[in-house]
């Protein structure tokens, strides 16, 4: 199987969407992707996503952005990382995983952040064995701005 790991291009972002709907599918939470491939367009430059590639098909992607934590510093926030259900086990989502670190490790990062679903047993595990501490008693708050 040949792995590539690259940062998305714009010719990506229609197959990216169709992920990003799988992903929230597979979140149980389909009506929360609001964005377009037209609003990823607009937004490229604010827009930092690597793609897995496997024979040039689009895979599975991981999201980010820079952040400033009053108790760190200079950290990278990991928004969404995913892979496609039939290409799970194959070292995608690490290899996307650790193509975020490096990339924070690039900026001069103190730390990455991210969130977990409680249920995904299967991802608390994996982010574990990374090195990851997982705090529990936190809760997600948005307050969307239309």
């Known amino acids: 199987m040949n792995i590539t790991i690259r940062k ?10 169709s992920l990003f709907r799988e992903f929230a599918t597979f979140q149980n939470t389909p009506e929360k992707v609001l964005i377009t491939p ?29 952040a400033y934590y009053s ?23 690490k290899q996307l995983f650790d193509q975020v670190i490096e990339t924070a490790r690039e900026l001069q990062c103190k730390k990455v952040r991210w969130l977990v679903s409680c249920w995904n047993k299967k991802a608390i595990e994996f982010y574990k064995l990374q090195g990851a501490t997982v705090q529990e008693g936190e809760f997600i708050c948005d307050l969307m701005l239309h």
Do not use: M
């Open 8 to 17: 998305a291009e714009p010719e990506d972002f229609t197959t990216l969407f």
């Open 38 to 66: 037209e609003q990823l367009l607009k937004d490229k430059d604010e827009f930092h996503c690597f793609v897995a590639t496997v024979n040039e098909r689009i895979v599975g992607f991981a999201t980010w952005f820079a």
């Open 71 to 93: 108790w760190a510093g200079k950290s990278v926030y990991l928004d969404d990382l995913y892979v496609s259900s039939e290409f799970r086990g194959y070292g995608i989502g």
